[in-house]
C-alpha cells in the first residue's frame, strides 16, 4: 500500500539551531516526493520536490531534503532555524504517471524557541 | 499572478444540506484536484480533473462530486453533509512539472 510516514508529531527547536524532519515512504515504484508547509488557516506552500537526478534538493526558504532509496526516506534539512519558520511540514508522494494524486503524511508541527 | 483562488473561505452548513465550493486554479493550470484536511490530519484526495472529466479518484463516496468548467475552474459538491464532513478543503492546481499549487482552502463546518 502507498503511504508517508512522519514519525513526529510535534517537533521544538531553538532560534538557530538546526532542524530535521524525517518522512518515510512506501511506494511501488520511484516516486516523486515534495514537502509542503502550512501555516495555521492557510493553504498548503510547495518548499521542494525530487523527480529524479541529485538526490540532495534545494527548496525555497533555506530549506533542502535528501533521498535516499535504500532507506525509503525524504528528510527535510534547515541548517539554521527562524522564528517565522514554525508551521505544519508535510511530506508527500506522488506516482509518476500523468494523472498522479498526492498522498500526504500526518505533518509534523515545527515549534521554534526564541 | 494570481495564484489558485478558493471561495468561499468559510462556511456553516446543516446536516443533510449541500454544498457547493468553487476553485480558479493558477494562469496556465489545465489540471485541478481536491483534497479534504481533517483537523490536525494531512489532506486526502478527493479526485482530480482534467479536459473538463473526472481522471482520478480517491476513497470517497458518491455525495462527493465535482466539475470542471472549460476556463479550467472547477467546483466540488457535496450532498446530504454528514458532521464528518467538516473539513479545510483544498484545491490545487498544474500543468506539467507536477508541482502543484494549493488554495487557502475553504473551511467547512458541519453543524
Known amino acids: 500500500a502507498q503511504s508517508v510516514t512522519q514519525p513526529d508529531i510535534h517537533i521544538t527547536v531553538s532560534e538557530g539551531a538546526s532542524l530535521e524532519l524525517r518522512c518515510n515512504y512506501s511506494?511501488?515504484?520511484?516516486?516523486?516526493l515534495f514537502w509542503y508547509v502550512q501555516s495555521p488557516g492557510q493553504g498548503l506552500q510547495l518548499l521542494l520536490k525530487y523527480f529524479s537526478g541529485d538526490t540532495l534538493v534545494q527548496g525555497i526558504k533555506g530549506f533542502e531534503a535528501e533521498f535516499k532509496r535504500s532507506q525509503s526516506s525524504f528528510n527535510l534539512r534547515k541548517p539554521s532555524v527562524h522564528w517565522s519558520d514554525a508551521a505544519e511540514y508535510f511530506c508527500?508522494?506522488?506516482?509518476?504517471?500523468?494523472?498522479?494524486?498526492?498522498?500526504f503524511g500526518s505533518g509534523t508541527r515545527l515549534l521554534v524557541r526564541p | 499572478d494570481a495564484g489558485v483562488t478558493q471561495s468561499p473561505t468559510h462556511l456553516i452548513k446543516t446536516r443533510g444540506q449541500q454544498v457547493t465550493l468553487r476553485c480558479s486554479p493558477k494562469s496556465g493550470h489545465d489540471t485541478v484536484s481536491w483534497y479534504q484536511q481533517a483537523l490536525g490530519q494531512g489532506p486526502q484526495f478527493i479526485f482530480q480533473y482534467y479536459e473538463e472529466e473526472e481522471r482520478q479518484r480517491g476513497n470517497f463516496p458518491d455525495r462527493f462530486s465535482g466539475h470542471q468548467f472549460p476556463n479550467y475552474s472547477s467546483e466540488l459538491n457535496v450532498n446530504a453533509l454528514l458532521l464528518g464532513d467538516s473539513a479545510l478543503y483544498l484545491c490545487?492546481?498544474?500543468?506539467?512539472?507536477?508541482?502543484?499549487?494549493f488554495g487557502s482552502g475553504t473551511r467547512l463546518t458541519v453543524v
Open positions: 511506494y511501488g515504484a520511484t516516486p516523486y
Open positions: 508527500a508522494v506522488g506516482g509518476t504517471d500523468s494523472s498522479y494524486k498526492l498522498i
Open positions: 490545487a492546481s498544474r500543468r506539467r512539472d507536477y508541482g502543484y499549487t
